[in-house]
Nanobody, 124 residues
Framework: QVQLVESGGELVQAGGSLRLSCAASGLTFSAYTMAWFRQAPGKERELVAG????????YYADSVKGRFTISRDNAKNTVDLQMNSLKPEDTAVYYCAARSYAGVYLAPRNYDYWGQGTQVTVSS
């Protein structure tokens, strides 16, 4: 049984930092492309960042480039999202997702497994 469990979300002031973590189990972690998505109230789920199976290649949405960093540890089966210079518009539920094929895809339908999400709230 595949499980993705996110942690690290909380309330933070604008300009602050948070580090989200996703722990994976029940799958061969190094064989999966990993990604972080977010969904704000009334909005569609959007891709924030993705990372290749080896960790050599990363992708970032324009809205977070230069502020967020995705990383993975294939020995620990974890993928993290370091978020700096947070803005109120970053407020959302953040989801970890796994894709069994290569390539970071924008559409959520391309991902096989999802975590339950962790709430990030940025106050102004």
């Amino acid at each position: 049984q595949v499980q993705l469990v996110e942690s690290g979300g909380e309330l933070v002031q604008a300009g602050g930092s948070l580090r989200l973590s996703c722990a994976a189990s029940g799958l061969t972690f190094s064989a999966y492309t990993m990604a972080w998505f977010r969904q704000a109230p009334g909005k569609e789920r959007e891709l924030v960042a993705g990372i290749s199976k080896s960790g050599d290649n990363t992708y970032y949405a324009d809205s977070v480039k230069g502020r967020f960093t995705i990383s993975r540890d294939n020995a620990k089966n974890t993928v993290d999202l370091q978020m700096n210079s947070l803005k109120p518009e970053d407020t959302a539920v953040y989801y970890c997702a796994a894709r069994s094929y290569a390539g970071v895809y924008l559409a959520p339908r391309n991902y096989d497994y999802w975590g339950q999400g962790t709430q990030v709230t940025v106050s102004s």
